[in-house]
Structures are given as C-alpha cells and as structure tokens.
C-alpha cells in the first residue's frame, strides 16, 4: 500500500531546523533504504513537505511522524496521512 504524508510547517522552518536536520535526514535515509519510503521532499518555498511511503498501514506511517525530530521539536505545525492507489508506475 502507498501513503501520501503531508507535512505544514512553521514559518521559520528553515532557520529552526538546523539542529535537527541531520536526526531527521537520518531517519529518512534509514527507511529508504529499508524500501518503504520512496521519496521525500519539500515544496518551495519551503513551507511543508511531501513524503511517498509504500509500506502496509497507516499506522507504520504515523510511527515515522511520532519519532520524527521535525515534530518532536515544534517545526511541523499539521500533518495528514492519506491512503494513495497508485495507477502507473510502482
């Protein structure tokens, strides 16, 4: 199953990520390599961010959301999880 997370941040995210950037890229990297995120990236400007998981429930994903330093230190201000049928491509 694929998931879409959708990331809002705070204002002066890029600013107040600095020292938590290397844990979250960290994290990111980690589950890549384990298959089951396949991409990550920010919008631009950088006011949110997008993350492709293919793994079997949502559940696996608000785990990756709960353990994320983003979260965890105030940088993302929402976040939603939507189930994604992916019709092409893999």
Same mark, same amino acid.
């Given at each position: 199953?694929?998931?879409?997370?959708?990331?809002?941040?705070?204002?002066?995210?890029?600013?107040?990520?600095?020292?938590?950037?290397?844990?979250?890229?960290?994290?990111?990297?980690?589950?890549?390599?384990?298959?089951?995120?396949?991409?990550?990236?920010?919008?631009?400007?950088? /006011?949110?961010? !997008?993350?492709?998981?293919? %793994?079997? #429930?949502?559940?696996?994903? @608000?785990?990756? $959301?709960?353990? /994320?330093?983003? !979260?965890?230190?105030?940088? %993302?201000? #929402?976040?939603?999880?939507? @189930?994604?049928? $992916?019709?092409?491509?893999?």
């Amino acid at each position: 199953m694929h998931f879409a997370l959708f990331y809002e941040y705070v204002p002066d995210v890029v600013e107040r990520r600095k020292p938590f950037r290397e844990a979250h890229l960290a994290l990111l990297r980690r589950l890549h390599r384990e298959g089951r995120l396949l991409h990550a990236g920010t919008y631009q400007p950088v /006011d949110g961010a !997008l993350l492709v998981f293919r %793994v079997g #429930s949502a559940a696996e994903v @608000e785990a990756f $959301v709960k353990a /994320d330093p983003y !979260l965890q230190n105030g940088l %993302v201000s #929402s976040w939603r999880i939507r @189930e994604w049928t $992916v019709v092409v491509g893999g």
